[in-house]
């Protein structure tokens, strides 16, 4: 870890504060007409998401926190436990699928994620930005709905909902934004 001053902190820095791990959202340098300047700051707690905002004054000095990426490979489900593999080791990882969120329903056999670790404890979890899926259901196409771009709801392979384009049927191949959870494209 590394000391910086409170004038220093920019998006994405993970800094040390109130005995938690917070990531830097935004930051605003503000020079008042009276007083000293500093930075405004919204954090986002690394551990339950929630966000604070902090004044954060030149002369303060905050811990840096620089985190560990290691990439995982998904194996397997056991009930609750997810269950992904080191490449570089091949130890073994029991993540919980609330630590992953909504997103653990995009997780295929042997897809490679990255694991933000803190002094080896996993804080966070990235998917790749894009998985390719296939439609298992999707409603018809309404004739005469064309005036507006309009997308009907279908149902993923993995039993995830979402909006497609009408031209889209069961049995596509797609590619779905994994952070947005939306419709991309056609796989090719």
Known sequence: MAKINGNEIRPGNV???DGGLWVAVK??????????????VELKNLING??????????????????????????YEQGDAL?????????????????????AAFLQDG?????????????????????TL???EADP???GQTAASSYKPAVLENGVRVLVPPFISAGER??????????LRRAD
């Open 174 to 183: 797609i590619v779905i934004d994994t952070d947005e959870i939306t419709y």
């Open 83 to 103: 269950i992904f593999m080191d490449t570089e080791t091949y130890e073994q990882l029991e993540l919980q699928k609330d630590f992953v969120g909504d997103r």
């Open 15 to 17: 800094i040390e504060h």
């Open 141 to 143: 196409v309404v004739k």
């Open 50 to 75: 929630t966000k604070l905002n902090e004044r954060f004054r030149a002369a303060e000095t905050v811990e840096k926190v620089r985190l560990e990426q290691k990439d995982f490979n998904f194996l």
């Open 111 to 131: 897809m490679t994620v990255t694991v933000e670790l803190y002094e080896e404890k996993p804080i966070g979890i990235s998917l790749p930005q894009q998985v």
């Open 27 to 40: 930051t605003n340098a503000v020079k008042p007409g009276k007083g000293g300047a500093y930075n405004q």
């Open 134 to 136: 296939t439609i298992t």
